[in-house]
């Protein structure tokens, strides 16, 4: 006899990812620690700041100097001369100083390379307002930042120093103009100085590496991989979505008595032919290389999970359960940043009144406001990929696109609509849909009603097509619901006994387990 099996087999690479949450940080502060930064805090905190505003007041009038009537659009040419020694007194000199000041104690491993020989550094994870230290160290390269940092006041000055490429959120085609101009000096054969480049976008808790955009990988020329590390057993430098504000991780690291920075040059990694012509390639290559000196994982986790992150807070979910790995769903589910947050909607919708911001059996139920069944609870399962008897937001947003969606076609809507039109008058009373959802469900005595007046939008009584489908398209969840059902009636055919409504089956037939017809079936 044939049985029905309850695991279903999940594509690997769509599997919860090694960190769940690379942008929180819980910074534990016992009694002893606190009182030890109060104790400090009291001497320190004083004295370093007294030194580091005599170090501003002496270093700006030299950076001002160093950039005045300097361009920094259109056709730049890199500083040399006066205003370049003038720079990196300020950069190099000030700047190493202002770290010692705030106790900052460095050390650095393997050998920097040339601009010649490696115009791109890529660091790695970049984690904090701290990192800067990096561009100190690695001989005043230019940096990518965004052109509101330049009108910020007195460090706007410092900044125009390193003669950054420029972002800017108001041009449209400056995410075009900005990649030119880093390929531009990259390939200035010694003319510009390095570009420095952190390649995640965003900081995180360093437990991981991110997504490496590809500004840095786009010119084709050689990357040396730079790796930084704080090994502090407090760590007052980590700055993330999740965590203590920037004013206190800055307070409690001056009242440290000095902070342990680890800066290493990797030896520079060279793209061959695939990866000239695969930028996405060749990041992935040197984050792997840097994962490895790391000893971390790598996730598809990026910037745009952040801004889920934050959307989830609007619609008063945990802000972690806007994380998805936006990189890896959006290319296998073809889904772009609009597509994934109106799904966040629809899942707030469902998942507001859970607690964790996961949704049970229970409340699935609820929300199509249906009863627990055998089909409810066999579409449950596919939704709940790691069973652990809840639905994230990450596996509804890939429930609904590879389960649901799909199922959602207009044969389906048109045979369910038939199916429930008994009479084939072209519309639904209440006591054909009653009839045939009491039947599906096994449940006699089941009211409909809620339902029913939901679909029924004109209130009139009865449930036309065009209402019918408008309802299916914008509720995918039933589309499956329904399909499993044909399935479940498909199997107990097969087995040549009648539908028990008591014994769940929760699960699919052998030659069926692949969660449906289009479920992980898409390729890595």
Not at 28 to 48: I, M
Not at 259 to 282: C, D, M, Q, R, Y
């Amino acid at each position: 006899m044939r049985q029905r099996v309850f695991s279903l087999p999940r594509q690997q690479s769509l599997l919860q990812p090694a960190v769940l949450n690379p942008f929180a940080q819980d910074l534990k502060l016992t009694t002893t620690l606190k009182l030890k930064c109060l104790f400090l805090g009291v001497l320190l905190v004083p004295l370093r700041c007294l030194l580091l505003l005599l170090l501003l007041l002496l270093a700006w009038p030299i950076a001002a100097a160093a950039t005045l009537l300097h361009p920094l659009k259109g056709n730049v040419e890199p500083m040399s001369g006066w205003r370049r020694c003038l720079c990196w007194v300020v950069l190099a000199g000030f700047g190493r100083l202002a770290f010692f000041i705030m106790g900052f104690r460095v050390s650095v491993r393997g050998r920097r390379a040339g601009a010649a020989e490696a115009p791109i550094l890529a660091v790695a994870p970049h984690s904090s307002y701290f990192d800067t230290i990096v561009c100190i160290v690695a001989g005043v390269p230019s940096t990518v930042s965004r052109t509101e940092n330049l009108s910020a006041p007195i460090f706007g000055r410092f900044l125009r120093c390193l003669q950054p490429v420029l972002v800017s959120r108001l041009d449209p085609d400056s995410r075009k103009n900005t990649i030119l101009e880093i390929e531009r000096r990259a390939t200035s054969r010694g003319r510009w100085p390095q570009v420095l480049i952190f390649p995640e976008g965003t900081c995180t808790n360093r437990a991981c590496l991110i997504t490496f955009k590809q500004g840095a990988f786009i010119p084709r020329v050689p990357v040396q991989p730079v790796l930084l590390r704080y090994p502090n057993k407090l760590d007052t430098v980590t700055w993330t979505w999740q965590g203590p504000k920037g004013k206190m991780l800055f307070l409690l690291t001056l009242c440290q008595l000095y902070i342990n920075v680890e800066i290493e040059f990797l030896p520079p990694e060279i793209p061959g032919e695939k990866e000239k012509a695969n930028p996405t390639l060749f990041a992935n290559a040197v984050r792997s290389v840097m994962a490895t000196a790391l000893h971390v994982p790598v996730t598809d986790h990026t910037y745009e999970d952040c801004r889920l992150m934050i959307s989830a807070g609007e619609l008063t979910l945990p802000m972690e359960a806007g994380l998805v790995e936006f990189t890896k769903i959006s290319r296998k589910l073809n889904l772009k940043w609009d597509n994934v947050k109106k799904e966040l909607e629809g899942f707030s919708a469902i998942a507001q009144s859970c607690q964790g911001g996961r949704i049970t059996l229970e409340e699935f139920a609820h929300f199509l406001k249906l009863p627990v069944s055998p089909p409810l609870q066999e579409l449950f399962s596919l939704f709940d990929r790691n069973g652990d008897g809840t639905i994230d937001f990450r596996e509804y947003v890939i429930g609904v696109t590879i389960l649901c969606r799909p199922a959602n076609n207009e044969e389906t809507i048109q045979m369910a609509f038939k199916l429930f039109d008994t009479d084939k008058d072209g519309s639904i009373t209440h006591s054909e849909f009653s009839a045939l959802i009491r039947s599906a469900l096994g449940i006699p005595e089941l009211d409909v009603s809620r339902l029913f007046s939901e679909i029924d939008a004109d209130s009139s009584g009865h449930i036309t097509y065009e209402e019918f489908r408008t309802f299916a398209l914008t509720h995918p969840e039933y589309a499956k619901l329904f399909t499993t059902y044909l399935e479940l009636q498909r199997y107990q055919a097969l087995q040549g006994t009648e539908p028990d409504p008591s014994q769940p089956t929760n699960s699919v037939c052998p030659e069926d387990t692949q969660e449906g017809s289009t479920s992980d079936k898409k390729e890595d």
